[in-house]
């Protein structure tokens, strides 16, 4: 199987590319800068890949369009962390370029590339519901996900004619570098359930909010 992950130089990308590289897939990841471990893996790494340059992303992840895609992983994500009375506009912009319109456009770019009984991953967050938050803040990170979380309903839809399913995956709360290690389960572990939803993934579920342990999660 050839699986495509963006963000896969570290943290949750770099332990999905392992798990898939250990399960025999074929794994080609998209990131902007790589990293020694995600060399160290023998992926196919595909660097300058930068979802929040909508410009760009056509010619940086055209390389790709030459194989075909089982799976896609829309890894690639930022956090940063706005109050109500601190809040910096351009750290918003920026995780909503790339956490809800990068997905979006890196997998509207590789569509050519992908056929009926393709899968789409989104990894998103649980922090993008409405009905989940009961503790405020994140505005940006929120909303962000919130957004992401509707395109990957409307890309479920659209899709639904061609056979290719699309999943929203929370990936619980991993000790990251994007958390500051502060998580509740590691990478690996986190990999492996992602993986479980999207192996588990059909055209009876496309466009399901889920987390990596197969809660379904609220709106």
Not at 84 to 89: A, K, S
Not at 109 to 136: C, F, Q, W, Y
């Amino acid at each position: 199987m050839n699986v495509v992950i963006t963000g896969g130089n570290r943290g949750i990308g770099l332990a999905l590319t392992k798990a898939c590289l250990a399960r025999g897939d074929n794994v080609y990841v998209a990131c902007r800068n790589s990293s020694d471990a995600l060399n160290a893996t023998g992926a196919t790494v595909l660097t300058g890949v930068d979802v929040s340059n909508p410009d760009a992303l056509p010619a940086a992840l055209a390389p790709l369009l030459d194989i075909h895609i089982d799976l896609l992983i829309n890894n690639a994500g930022v956090l940063a962390r706005e109050t109500l009375d601190e809040q910096e506009p351009h750290t918003i912009d920026y995780q909503f370029r790339v956490n809800a319109l990068g997905p979006l456009l890196v997998s509207q770019i590789l569509l050519p590339a992908m056929v009926e009984g393709s899968k789409i991953g989104l990894v998103t967050s649980r922090m993008g519901s409405m009905a989940d938050n009961t503790s405020g803040g994140y505005y940006g990170y929120r909303m962000s996900k919130a957004a992401l979380n509707a395109a990957g309903v409307s890309m479920a839809n659209d899709l639904r004619t061609r056979g290719i399913a699309v999943a929203l995956l929370h990936p619980g709360f991993v000790q990251t570098e994007m958390v500051n290690n502060a998580g509740d389960v590691d990478a690996d572990t986190a990999a492996a359930g992602l993986l479980k939803q999207l192996d588990n993934l059909s055209m009876e579920n496309t466009g399901s909010f889920v987390h990596a342990n197969g809660e379904s999660l609220p709106w």
